[in-house]
């Protein structure tokens, strides 16, 4: 059966209303990246861990995530649950946020396409198109928080393995240290200089993702459940408005972030 918006987050996930990373997940518990420490260099089985991770998750298809993110550099934060299919590159998600409110509450995703619900709105919304719920835009990844935390958590994943020897070559790809992760051993892995991956040594499953910007003023942390029978389904086209329909609507009310 085909859901819409509003009942996008499928029974059973972990619907946690968390203002960042989840201390219960493990490790970190705010956006901020725990892996100071510069670690050791690679073995080549580390390496080889790095150079799977997101190849694994393409291979995998699906997965269930957590992600929490500062909003910006004028504070606040933005924490997205839901689920990503990596081979269609789409997702849905339920969105926490300090914003006004018309803020998003849900919103799900594909290539050219953001699918916004703003409970706040759709009174409004439904004075122009009866029925509608759900606002469709292009995505903004230059100005939009939220659309950049998309794209990261979209681009968890690769076609293609990356050479083991080149990884072993690069002088920030580190060893940081053992852990363990929702009752789970893995091992951190620094993958850049800042980004690291959390990754399951058994089965070289990416279980999280730190990462930040240059000036480390917008950090985030993905949670990753790993599944290979996520599917994203979009809303249907009777309660979808375009956001050119309501330009001046969506001008006036829906340009706080996320």
Not at 93 to 98: P, Q, Y
Request: proline share 7%; hydrophobic share 40%.
């Amino acid at each position: 059966m085909r859901r819409h918006l509003p009942l996008l987050i499928v029974a059973g996930l972990c619907a946690v209303a968390i203002a960042v990373a989840t201390a219960g997940c493990g490790g970190a518990d705010s956006p901020v990246s725990s892996t100071a420490a510069e670690g050791r260099a690679l073995t080549r089985q580390e390496a080889s861990l790095l150079a799977g991770a997101l190849y694994r998750n393409y291979r995998t298809r699906g997965a269930r995530f957590q992600a929490a993110a500062l909003a910006g550099p004028g504070g606040g934060t933005i924490t997205m649950v839901g689920d990503i299919d990596w081979k269609l590159h789409q997702g849905q998600a339920k969105v926490i946020s300090d914003a006004g409110r018309d803020r998003v509450t849900e919103v799900a995703w594909a290539p050219s396409i953001a699918l916004e619900y703003r409970p706040g709105m759709v009174q409004a919304i439904q004075k122009v198109k009866p029925g509608a719920k759900v606002i469709a835009r292009k995505p903004d990844r230059a100005h939009r928080r939220l659309d950049q935390i998309i794209e990261v958590i979209t681009a968890l994943a690769t076609t293609k393995r990356e050479n083991v020897q080149l990884i072993m070559q690069r002088p920030q790809a580190r060893f940081i240290r053992e852990d363990t992760l929702r009752d789970t051993e893995v091992v951190l892995l620094k993958y850049g200089p800042r980004t690291t991956l959390w990754v399951n040594p058994e089965t070289g499953q990416m279980l999280r993702f730190e990462s930040s910007n240059k000036d480390r003023t917008a950090p985030i942390v993905v949670d990753i459940q790993p599944d290979p029978k996520v599917r994203v389904r979009p809303p249907l086209p009777e309660y979808v408005v375009s956001a050119q329909e309501i330009a001046d609507l969506y001008a006036k009310r829906a340009q706080t972030s996320p």
